[in-house]
């Protein structure tokens, strides 16, 4: 169920029990390796399912149940499983599964039995695409996810590590993903590998180019991808007249939303720098108090219970400074956090209330002139009941209710 466009590839639709996959035609000889893929999952549910995986293995993984592959693979597999099918409430989730080719997926469990390493990350709706980074080195296997909060993509976070690691020498790599009674968009906008080599080892020459008759075929391959992609935009177009959207333009609630977060971001940064300034303060205040203590040694011991005047004033100002610098930080923080939630919920709220008006007067222009609006008359409901059959039906229940209670 893949559709390839010119600048990304779209796994699965939002439709139910979708499954599709992407792999390399050929396989991978690089003994150290590692691979950054971005990626966006999104859907209109608070849930989505089933999740998407990337996967690196000794064949091409053909349609399956995991994730949209084959199961019983021979390599590794990091699966983003949006759906909490064990009810443990840790999904969206990251899961790195190993398998010799033997291996049944515990799907049931969401892999927690199989699993080597995994993190929970949220990675579905984003304001800007999810990033990982997956790199084997040295049998150690490590998974870095850039959250999709902000547009650095050199912002990744450390999501799982496994240790004495063995797979294939040569592989395919692959991406996959699957629906399944609730859906997600899968679409996959990059996938770059790269070779990792010890330092000071010489890489081994690359390969001799693609030959013209291979390069004429991938170029055919593409324009029929390129022509069936643009037969089903207009089928799509001629069984949805009514949606006139246009690719990468935001709407207000979507461009108030990616404000929302780009002001939690910039929250973010500032709070950091402020933790790095406070452990700045507190090294130096440390090295004071080691400075004083050997001063305090190698100087001629005072009498017991006093303290020297040029002790005493370097205290004093230290913690002066101290101070000084703690109120500088509270200061900032109130005025960062404080102004960019205000402003961002108070431009939130502008625009409920004009949304508001907007609908007032809608409603205002399609009504009559001079006609104010009123709640539309009932229409004369018919008694079809008579006093005569009303008493009767009373009469009848009293006698069925005591022959029920004189039976019990």
């Known amino acids: 169920d893949a559709i390839p466009s010119a600048d990304q590839i779209r796994i699965t639709t939002s439709l139910k029990s979708q499954k599709g996959s992407v792999w390399t035609k050929n396989k991978s000889t690089f003994e150290f390796w590692e691979v950054e893929v971005t990626f966006r999952v999104t859907g209109r549910g608070r849930i989505g399912a089933d999740g998407l995986a990337i996967w690196f293995t000794e064949e091409q993984g053909l349609e399956g ?128 590998t790269f070779q990792l080599s010890e330092p000071g080892k010489e890489t081994p020459t690359p390969d001799a180019e693609i030959p013209e008759k291979e390069k004429e075929k991938y170029q055919e391959e593409f324009e029929h991808f390129q022509q069936e992609l643009d037969k089903k935009k207009e089928e799509f177009q001629k069984e949805h007249p009514d949606v006139q959207g246009q690719p990468g333009k935001l709407s207000v609630s979507e461009r108030e939303l990616r404000q929302v977060f ?24 440390r090295r004071s108090a080691e400075e004083l203590a050997k001063r305090g040694g190698a100087a001629l011991p005072a009498p017991q219970g006093q303290v020297s005047q040029q002790e005493m004033e370097a205290v004093v100002k230290t913690q002066e400074e101290v101070l000084r610098q703690v109120n500088e930080i509270r200061n900032a923080l109130r005025s960062v956090a404080g102004y960019e939630t205000t402003q961002h919920f108070s431009d939130l709220k502008e625009h409920l209330h004009l949304v508001r008006r907007d609908l007032e007067q809608l409603a205002q222009r399609h009504a009559p002139p001079g006609e104010k609006p009123k709640c539309p008359e009932l229409p004369p409901f018919p008694s079809c009941l008579s006093t005569l059959h009303f008493l009767l039906f009373m009469a009848a229940q009293t006698v069925l209710f005591v022959g029920y209670i004189m039976y019990r």
């Open 262 to 285: 780009e002001g939690q971001n910039r929250i973010h940064l500032e709070i950091k720098q402020l933790n790095r300034q406070l452990d700045m303060i507190l090294d130096e205040q």
């Open 65 to 192: 149940p995991v994730f949209g592959a084959a199961d019983k693979w021979n390599g590794l597999g990091v699966f983003f499983d949006s759906f909490d099918n064990d009810g443990k409430k840790n999904n969206p989730g990251v899961i790195v599964v190993a398998n010799n080719g033997q291996l049944l997926y515990d799907h049931q469990n969401d892999g927690s039995t199989q699993a080597l390493a995994s993190c929970l990350r949220d990675f579905r709706n984003k304001p800007y695409p999810v990033r990982v980074k997956i790199a084997y080195y040295k049998k150690t296997l490590t998974v870095s996810v850039n959250n999709g909060f902000t547009p650095d993509k050199d912002d990744y976070e450390p999501c799982a590590k496994v240790t004495d690691m063995e797979l294939p020498s040569r592989g395919y790599f692959g991406i996959s993903a699957a629906t399944g009674g609730l859906a997600d968009d899968h679409d996959v906008l990059s996938f770059l």
